[in-house]
């Protein structure tokens, strides 16, 4: 069907409603409607009303116009910084920050704001904060964070977090008293340990915490510090202490137990910790603490009676195909020697391993005598005459006798807490290592681009704070059985962006959509899920019609 003009014999022009159809192989027309005569429709303005009518149903042509007017030139971050401006209301995280910015008024910095979007960046793409500053934080959705803020004030922020870090991991730790966590009944026991953090540098002479030494990166290139951690039994963070690189893991542990017991008033709680903390004065140290331990215990380490004791154990207090326990008495307090076969199978391959690998070299190596120093060889090797170097299979067996086997020492009661309780609680020590991995992954806690021992504490208050979040969120995830992690959820959530749709001069601000893993977790975590439309533009005489806020926006002046 098609419009025509058809003139009469007079040449007045009419204006008709015609189809083309085919017939005996000719191509004919028939007038289908006619509208009259054309100057009348033009005059009157019927031919204007009847085209405005049949816009209504010409969808395609209404799309193409309007997207003449239409302009969607970039996106931004949103889903993440709903999620945890929510959460840092929630949780007391917003309360202590406020506090503390209170006591420095003359500052004039918006702290909490601050601390927010900094917060908002380990999640969404940990960097430097000199590109924060000048490439991320316009990426943000700009109602839900601040724009704008000068370098500086996000350094002096960092120096206001580096001087009250005592104050806000003992605010996190008792958000409403100041009770020993014997009264409180937050915590049990808490778990330590120590990790590496590491800085693209090697000067050591700009302050105390950047030094050589050990390190668990494998980076004994770079200068480091060392990070000591806290955790409760649910994984959430207790507190941290940083330490210079060149720092003993063992030496950390009575810095820590004074923490506990003098800053954090605790007066008693069990004291967690990996085989690693065992030396001389540290198991002296928390006893004088009035604490109580489980750590794990270096069998192998032990006189060669007592290891000989541990490889020819007859009875056992609890024993299956798969799994042994007993409790044997120690100088210390109760050694808790387990032997478990998945354990076992794994000693084995690993030994096996490493044996394949050392006979190849030997065949290889020019000089087999380099062998003898090698880490993990020299303990299968053995010279025979005229300094040759040999297998040990004496070694190799007497190794074997001990696969398997594992012990932890402990001087609490065995009538508050059994053998299989002890053991129990000391394999909730992976919680620590996932959260290592957390700070060191997720959030990219190293390296460092700080020179100075505030700025490096201000860095690492900062991600401690960001692990209480995920920490948090990973608690919930875990109580509603979720399928998916905290950093599956936060990448979800950081492909949700909100888009400022600019119609004929006005912005109307929209989200994308919020479904599977990202709709899942709001609704863990009890986090309303915005309106489609975040803001329409201003109205005459009133602010903008904000849908996402519902009292939840952090900036009320850019609403």
């Not at 009770?179 to 590491?198: G, I, N, Q």
């Not at 070299?361 to 005229?386: M, T």
Request: proline content about 3%; glycine content about 6%; charged content about 30%.
């Amino acid at each position: 069907m098609f419009i025509r003009k058809v003139k009469n014999s007079q040449g007045i022009a009419y204006l008709q409603i015609a189809e083309s159809y085919r017939e005996n192989g000719h191509h004919k027309q028939r007038v289908l409607f006619s509208f009259g005569r054309l100057d009348y429709l033009q005059a009157t303005g019927q031919i204007d009303a009847i085209t405005r009518s049949l816009e209504r149903f010409c969808l395609r042509t209404r799309l193409v116009d309007l997207s003449k007017d239409v302009s969607v030139e970039e996106s931004f971050i949103y889903g993440s910084i709903h999620c945890l401006n929510a959460l840092f209301d929630r949780t007391p995280l917003k309360g202590i920050i406020e506090e503390i910015a209170g006591q420095h008024e003359q500052l004039e910095i918006p702290v909490a704001d601050v601390v927010f979007f900094l917060l908002v960046s380990r999640f969404v793409r940990p960097c430097s904060k000199l590109k924060l500053s000048k490439v991320w934080l316009d990426r943000f959705y700009p109602d839900l964070v601040r724009q704008n803020v000068p370098l500086h004030q996000i350094y002096r922020t960092l120096d206001l977090l580096a001087g009250h870090k005592e104050e806000i991991q003992k605010k996190l730790l008792y958000p409403t008293s100041q009770h020993s966590l014997f009264d409180s009944p937050k915590l049990e026991l808490v778990f330590y340990d120590t990790t590496t953090l590491r800085f693209e540098s090697i000067r050591e002479d700009l302050d105390s915490l950047r030094r050589f030494g050990y390190s668990k990166e494998r980076r004994s290139d770079c200068t480091q510090v060392i990070l000591g951690l806290m955790l409760d039994r649910k994984g959430l963070p207790v507190g941290y202490r940083l330490f210079p690189g060149d720092t003993y893991e063992g030496k950390t542990l009575p810095i820590v137990l004074k923490q506990l017991k003098e800053e954090y008033h605790i007066e008693r709680l069990i004291f967690v910790a990996d085989r690693g903390m065992i030396n001389g004065g540290n198991l002296e140290e928390i006893r004088k603490a009035g604490f109580e331990f489980i750590i794990g215990m270096k069998l192998w380490s032990m006189s060669k009676q007592e290891q000989k004791r541990m490889t020819s154990l007859e009875h056992w207090d609890h024993e299956t195909d798969e799994f042994k326990v007993v409790e044997l008495t120690h100088p210390e307090g109760r050694l808790i020697v387990t032997w478990s076969r998945e354990r076992a199978r794994r000693d084995e391959q690993v030994r096996s391993d490493l044996l394949t690998k050392l006979k190849s070299r030997l065949k290889k190596e020019d000089d087999p005598a380099s062998l003898i120093s090698h880490k993990g060889f020299k303990r299968y090797l053995k010279v025979v005459n005229k300094g040759k170097i040999a297998i040990n299979e004496q070694a190799v067996h007497a190794e074997a006798q001990r696969d398997g086997l594992f012990g932890i020492l402990t001087n609490a009661p065995q009538e508050a807490l059994p053998a299989t309780e002890i053991l129990k609680r000391y394999k909730e020590l992976w919680k620590i290592e996932d959260a290592f991995g957390e700070i060191k992954g997720t959030m990219e806690t190293r390296p460092m681009f700080h020179w100075t021992d505030k700025r490096i504490e201000g860095h690492m208050m900062l991600c401690f704070l960001a692990y209480y979040l995920e920490a948090y969120v990973t608690q919930q995830l875990r109580k509603a059985k979720a399928a998916f992690t905290a950093p599956a959820a936060f990448d979800a959530l950081n492909q949700v962006r909100a888009i400022p749709v600019n119609v004929r001069g006005q912005t109307v601000w929209v989200r994308t959509k919020i479904e599977g893993i990202a709709a899942k977790t709001l609704q863990i975590l009890k986090v309303r899920i915005p309106s489609d439309v975040l803001k329409l533009p201003k109205e005459e005489g009133c602010g903008n019609t904000d849908f996402a806020a519902n009292g939840e926006n952090r900036l009320v002046s850019n609403s």
